[in-house]
């Protein structure tokens, strides 16, 4: 490697060279590498605030939401389990600091192998394999000779790391039993003067300058608070009288003798020919003046504002939702680009110590970090039965898609956004809709069994009289949920809670409804809303507050009798529990968010009131 000669300037050079001409004297047109060492970028973090937070803030949002097995077994919960047993999101986070303040970090595979300067073989891992992982920095591991094979994996990094045990023996680690994370990746390998910088630099390295600004800021600022009031008298002959040292001492004991007498009765004694006055510093000006040396650290380290204050602030540092959003972004965007394949050696070693094997179709996902609150979960989940209705054929449209293939999509999607917390397990309990449903060959039989030894009288009684049609069904834990609205101060409650399916002004054969039993499975005629899911209350019509809540049952029941010829005076249909006519100030109040429990369907005609 060629050396390479630090040179360091400052502006002096130009305030000298460019006298007389257009040119800022001020201005430099050089930059030097700051000097960080180890003890400075120590004391920094466990001294001052700043430094700590651009340090540990994105570490740790990177693995806030952590990820999400996805498999097609049963092996996503010894995987878990496993990743508790070796703490892996912990050891990760630690690494992820410790890369950021120092430079780089790693965090050793231990699978009780004595040779640890062999290369590891995921494929060799048996389960319970991995033993331990272990967090070492750059300070504790030195590089070896660099890569410099085009065709090898570590291009570019070096072919060895060397561990200095408890005593001075050097221990040397293949890199493949390493996840090696860096702090700002150097550029160039080349441009580094030592090999020990292919790890990286430390993150506060680019962001000490306007910390420190920021810092000075803030103290000048602290400085002139004791300064906010000054009293200023004006004495005759005071300038000339100071040769005299016993005018010196007595003028002292004078305005202390004042100060004394001012403090107690609030009076001010003065010679009739000294003048006093009091003058107050205005710092109007000066929180701007901090909000924009914190808004150029927020900028150097990447951390909006609203995230590295702890809250949102004001003036000319305001910042909104959109910044927060841009951040998780890019933390998304790292997590794929950095970590993921970071960590894909150490993954493959962890699903077979869990497992014993390895299923192609184990994976994982990170976690959104940016949570949608629950009036945009509920609204997302209406968009998406919005848009089942209207592929499966809804206000009497023909459907775009097959119903059953359409019920396994939103069964998978509805698991795997959260949306109906449980419904994995109720389908494993109760079966998909195609599951339920008679084939073909089953309609056969029971439309011959039907039609056979049936009088012709008999048969057209199967017509029903046409009449207009009100499904509903009674809240049967209405106290628990009276006693919740009690809680919230919900006003006036209606006394029958209850949900409404259909309310068709549009006569209709009910016969041609067909029954909730039949549809789906049933308790004693009862169905069951588990506990969370998207909740939210709102005002809808003439009713001030509902509950609105996420039920695919009740949504595909509803479709089912409007696709039988019953009518919808609304749009859409969502799924609410009537609370109250009265004002209530929606802003303070809670969703209720606990199991609802929901009795048989009641047919009745529409009562128009």
């Known amino acids: 490697m060629a050396n390479v000669i630090s040179i360091f300037r400052d502006s002096l050079t130009n305030l000298v060279s460019r006298l007389g001409t257009d040119r800022d004297k001020a201005a430099g047109s050089y930059y030097g590498l700051p000097i960080l060492d180890d003890t400075q970028l120590l004391n920094a973090y466990r001294g001052a605030w700043l430094p700590r937070k651009i340090v540990d803030i994105p570490a740790f949002d990177s693995v806030r939401a952590w990820r999400d097995w996805q498999s097609d077994g049963d092996q996503i919960e010894d995987i878990e389990t496993e990743e508790n047993r070796l703490n892996v999101r912990g050891k990760v986070l630690e690494a992820r600091v410790k890369a950021r303040l120092w430079g780089g970090a790693a965090i050793h595979i231990g699978v009780g192998d004595p040779n640890l300067a062999e290369p590891l073989e995921a494929a060799r891992i048996k389960k319970s394999g991995i033993k331990y992982l272990t967090v070492l920095t750059r300070r504790q591991l030195s590089t070896g000779e660099i890569d410099r094979d085009p065709g090898s994996e570590w291009y570019g990094k070096p072919k060895v790391y060397n561990l200095t045990a408890g005593t001075d023996a050097q221990v040397a680690i293949h890199p493949s039993r390493l996840v090696i994370f860096a702090g700002n990746a150097q550029p160039d390998v080349d441009l580094a003067a030592s ?88 710092f109007a000006t000066l929180p701007d003046v901090l909000d924009r040396f914190l808004q150029i650290v927020s900028g150097a380290a990447d951390i909006p504002a609203t995230r590295l204050l702890g809250q949102s602030p004001a003036g000319m540092n305001a910042t909104g939702e959109s910044d927060l959003r841009n951040y998780y972004d890019r933390l998304s965007a790292m997590q794929q680009v950095e970590m993921t394949p970071a960590m894909h050696r150490l993954d493959e070693c962890l699903i077979r110590s869990a497992t014993g094997a390895r ?35 809804g206000n009497g449209q023909s459907p775009l898609l097959p119903i059953d293939a359409l019920s396994e999509a939103l069964v998978n999607t509805f698991v795997e956004d959260g949306s109906l917390p449980g419904l994995e397990a109720a389908i494993e309990t109760f079966g998909t809709l195609a599951e339920q449903e008679p084939s073909e060959e089953e309609l056969a039989a029971a439309a011959a069994n039907q039609n ?142 606990g199991k609802i429990v929901l009795g048989p369907e009641v047919f009745e005609e529409v009562k128009e009131t």
Request: glycine fraction near 4%; aromatic fraction near 8%; hydrophobic fraction near 40%.
């Open 195 to 282: 090999s020990e910088l292919v790890w990286g630099d430390s993150v506060l390295l680019s962001v000490m300058e306007a910390i420190k600004q920021a810092d000075n800021t803030s103290a000048n600022i602290a400085s002139l608070v004791f300064e906010a009031k000054v009293d200023i008298i004006r004495i005759p002959n005071f300038m000339a009288s100071l040769a005299n040292e016993d005018y010196k001492r007595k003028i002292l004991e004078r305005y202390t003798l004042a100060n004394t007498s001012k403090g107690i009765n609030g009076t001010l004694m003065l010679d009739k020919e000294e003048e006093y006055e009091s003058k107050a510093t205005s």
């Open 359 to 393: 299923d192609a179709s184990i994976y994982y996902e990170w976690a959104p970090l940016w949570g949608m609150s629950e009036t945009e979960k509920a609204t997302v989940f209406k968009a998406k039965a919005d848009a089942a209705r209207a592929l499966a054929g």
């Open 452 to 593: 056979a030894d049936v009088p012709p009288q008999r048969k057209a009684a199967n017509d029903a009289e046409p009449r207009t049609l009100y499904v509903r069904r009674d809240v049967v834990n209405a106290a628990e949920i009276k006693a919740w609205a009690r809680e919230q101060g919900i006003p006036d409650l209606v006394p029958d809670l209850h949900v409404t399916i259909v309310y068709s002004r549009t006569p209709i054969d009910w016969i041609k409804a067909g029954n909730a039993s039949e549809w789906g499975p049933a308790n004693n005629g009862q169905l069951l809303i588990p506990p969370g899911g998207p909740r939210v209350v709102e005002p809808l019509g003439n009713m001030t507050a509902v509950l609105m809540f996420a039920s695919s049952q009740l949504c595909w029941r509803h479709e089912e009798i409007v696709r039988a010829g019953a009518s919808h005076d609304f749009e859409d249909y969502q799924p609410h529990i009537s609370l109250t006519k009265a004002a209530v100030d929606l802003t303070k109040i809670e969703p209720y968010r």
